[in-house]
């Protein structure tokens, strides 16, 4: 039986798409405890990765109040894995893009993640795991001068390595379409080919989200499979064949996912990739077999660069996420992706 990667849950879609024009958020102790109660074959979850926001985990947080979230996380004989910076203007952040006030906001969430990444690691409890990070800026505002913003979002990242580099810490860009300059398959590499220091940033690859890569969302002129697209298998296979040989090569933090090919968020986190349940019969994915574009190389050989994969359930209601049957379906869909994808240690 394969034991590697470890399997991860997200903690944040308790928080992402919440709020006051939403549903209420979801407790990271009941995120926690849902996490743990789910049981496939005799196999659970082994980790968590963290949103370093309120209410979970406020990312001013004291060296207390991160022992005290470790000791709280280890009682669930969970690790921690990667690490959600809030960078965003709403958050505390700025914009990758924006004035100088902006950028120095943006870098100041990247620090503060950093030493908390750094402080669980030092407790033991963070045996892998990067620190994930976007452009904090819309499409829309970005457009207004493609370029320009892209040169100065990939100053700001280089800025932002130099701090992770001196907490021992590794960045990834998440690319999701609702970003400015992350918004299509092309634009990532060449902003991370811009920043040019792939020993501090890498790219975190979310199958809902790079799924809408292939179909040119946001970004018309990068989309991959034709406008008619009809859902055959050898297209999308054509498709992510092409995403990944770019994107593979940077990418180090993976998340599972589920998606229907439609455009939805909820609440504030909007027009952004839906994340479907792992059983929904409307996705596009074969979820397994699809991983294995990111988690094997060109040759079919497995990378194992990431030492723990994550289910991403960003969006998903209340309701879903209060049942139980739901952790366990996704559990068995991870679980599928490292019987076939995986290794022993």
Excluded at 57 to 71: E, Q, V
Excluded at 184 to 208: C, N, S, T, Y
Excluded at 256 to 268: F, L, R
Excluded at 295 to 313: F, P
Aim: with cysteine; hydrophobic share 40%; charged share 20%.
């Amino acid at each position: 039986m394969n034991n590697y990667p470890k399997l991860h849950n997200a903690m944040w879609p308790g928080l992402v798409g919440k709020g006051p024009d939403s549903e209420p958020p979801i407790g990271l102790d009941t995120m926690l405890a849902m996490t743990a109660a789910a049981e496939v074959d005799g196999q659970r979850f082994e980790g968590v990765d963290l949103f370093l926001a309120s209410p979970h985990t406020s990312i001013d947080s004291t060296a207390d109040d991160i022992k005290g979230l470790a000791d709280k996380i280890a009682q669930h004989g969970f690790a921690v894995g990667s690490l959600v910076a809030p960078v965003w203007p709403p958050t505390g952040g700025g914009s990758a893009m924006g004035s100088e006030e902006e950028r120095k906001a943006f870098l100041t969430q990247v620090r503060k993640a950093c030493a908390i990444g750094k402080q669980l690691k030092d407790l033991g409890i963070r045996p892998s795991g990067v620190v994930r990070i976007d452009s904090a800026a819309s499409v829309h505002d970005w457009a207004a001068d493609p370029e320009g913003n892209q040169k100065k979002i990939a100053a700001t990242f280089r800025e932002a390595c130099d701090i992770a580099d001196g907490f021992g810490e590794l960045l990834a860009a998440e690319g999701e379409i609702c970003w400015g300059g992350m918004h299509g398959w092309k634009k990532m590499v060449q902003l991370l080919e811009m920043v040019g220091r792939p020993e501090h940033i890498g790219f975190q690859a979310d199958m809902a989200h790079t799924l809408l890569y292939t179909l040119g969302y946001n970004a018309p002129e990068d989309r991959i499979v034709p406008a008619d697209f009809n859902w055959d298998e050898a297209g999308l296979a054509a498709g992510l064949r092409t995403l990944t040989k770019a994107l593979r090569p940077w990418t180090i933090d993976f998340h599972v996912a589920q998606n229907d090919a439609t455009v939805k968020g909820q609440g504030s986190h909007d027009k952004t990739g839906r994340h479907c349940q792992a059983t929904d019969p409307n996705g596009k994915l074969s979820i397994a077999r699809d991983a294995g574009y990111w988690l094997r190389d060109e040759d079919g050989q497995l990378t194992k660069r990431m030492a723990h994969i994550c289910w991403d359930g960003c969006m998903f209601s209340n309701d879903v996420m209060m049942n139980p049957q739901t952790w366990n379906d996704i559990l068995a869909a991870m679980i599928a992706v490292r019987n076939a994808h995986g290794w022993s240690e």
